[in-house]
């Protein structure tokens, strides 16, 4: 069974200080996806990042960058000099290859705070 | 392009009375799904459907109905509402590559809160 581990529950940091938001995996298939969603306090959530299991290359996206180790089974996330509008809860998911169900297995979520 | 709307955005029920969340998407996405959130347990499928006329079961579809009959709609009912049914649910949709193993992006709509009194 898959399983999506967030153990951080709540971060609070200082704007402009860099932070780290931790992901760990368990899945028995080679083949899957990973992925960030991001919940602002509105309530929606928006897609951040989409990674199949094949590509282990991080990615920066400008102050966001994602760290995938297959070794570890992470997928860490890291906001650059956080703004204000970073605070949100950020959930990591991660999806097999299954066609025909594009089920989503969700960690619980980590509420970040950026203190002006 | 609305992209995925869901109403009502806030419901209050009483225990036993049913009612319909609705779910629209507008950019044929063969891949819809409903998803509840709950406080310290993430976000848990319900029911998903791969097109129009199919539909299964999620992790936890105790207590709900969903049909569809169209690409664009996916309903979600709920037959007699009960306290344990208090959350925000979310529904999705992706496309479905046949040349893709699953692992498609899933776009979310706005959410719709219930509270079953």
Known sequence: AQKVTQAQTEISVVEKEDVTLDCVYETRDTTYYLFWYKQPPSGELVFLIRRNSFDEQNEISGRYSWNFQKSTSSFNFTITASQVVDSAVYFCALSEANFGNEKLTFGTGTRLTIIP | ?117
């Not at chain 2, 409903?34 to 310290?40: A, S, V």
């Not at chain 2, 690409?71 to 649910?89: G, H, I, K, N």
């Not at chain 2, 709509?109 to 219930?114: D, I, K």
Request: glycine letters at 12%.
């Open chain 2, 1 to 117: 392009n609305a992209g995925v709307t869901q109403t009502p955005k806030f419901q209050v029920l009483k225990t036993g009375q049913s009612m319909t969340l609705q779910c629209a998407q507008d950019m044929n996405h063969e891949y819809m799904s409903w998803y509840r959130q709950d406080p310290g347990m993430g976000l848990r499928l319900i029911h998903y459907s791969v097109g129009a006329g199919i539909t299964d079961q999620g992790e936890v579809p105790n207590g709900y109905n969903v049909s569809r009959s169209t690409t664009e709609d996916f309903p979600l009912r709920l037959l007699s509402a009960a306290p344990s049914q208090t959350s925000v649910y979310f529904c999705a949709s992706s496309y479905m590559n046949p040349g893709l193993a699953g692992g498609q992006t899933q776009y979310f709509g706005p959410g719709t809160r219930l509270l079953v009194l």
